[in-house]
């Protein structure tokens, strides 16, 4: 399996820095974005497999940028970060395509614990895919070309 890749976003420069040398340092490739724009405009060079995405940023906020995501990459699988008071963004959030929601100040290894399983549940829909494309691309038995 291709190691994760995944995408921080959040507009605290700190949150940013220190997360992502701390998940560096686990193994994982990080990449870090400070505002859903950029988010975007760095998904088009730099695919990743995970986004985890802060509800509340200036601008493009969190519920508009995995719109934009999900609409431009459908593979990408989004994390919601929320605070107590964007718990309805979060939701609307889950609505929208998240696979899934952390409150804020989330730990490491619950990070690590979400974004393992929602790229294991993207690695189980990409099989899926590739089955039915396979399944798709077979000739009929011959036993059902006797018979027509």
Do not use: C, W
């Not at 220190?18 to 340092?25: A, H, S």
């Not at 405009?41 to 969190?62: A, F, N, S, Y």
């Not at 964007?86 to 929601?101: I, N, Q, R």
């Not at 952390?102 to 614990?113: C, G, S």
């Amino acid at each position: 399996m291709e190691l994760m890749k995944m995408m921080l976003v959040d507009d605290e420069e700190r949150f940013l820095s220190t997360t992502k040398k701390l998940l560096e340092r686990k193994g994982f490739e990080v990449q870090t974005a400070s505002s859903g724009k950029e988010a975007l405009d760095l998904l088009r060079t730099h695919p990743v497999h995970v986004v985890i995405l802060d509800v509340k940023m200036p601008g493009m906020d969190g519920v508009a940028t995995l719109r934009e995501i999900k609409r431009q990459y459908p593979m990408v699988e989004v994390i919601m970060l929320t605070g107590h008071a964007t718990m309805e963004s979060a939701m609307d959030g889950l609505k929208s395509g998240a696979v899934d929601y952390l409150m804020k100040p989330a730990n490491l290894e619950e990070i690590i614990e979400k974004a393992v399983g929602a790229y294991n549940r993207r690695a189980d829909i990409e099989e899926k895919i590739e089955a039915a494309r396979m399944q798709g691309s077979k000739e009929p038995p011959p036993e059902m070309l006797e018979q027509a």
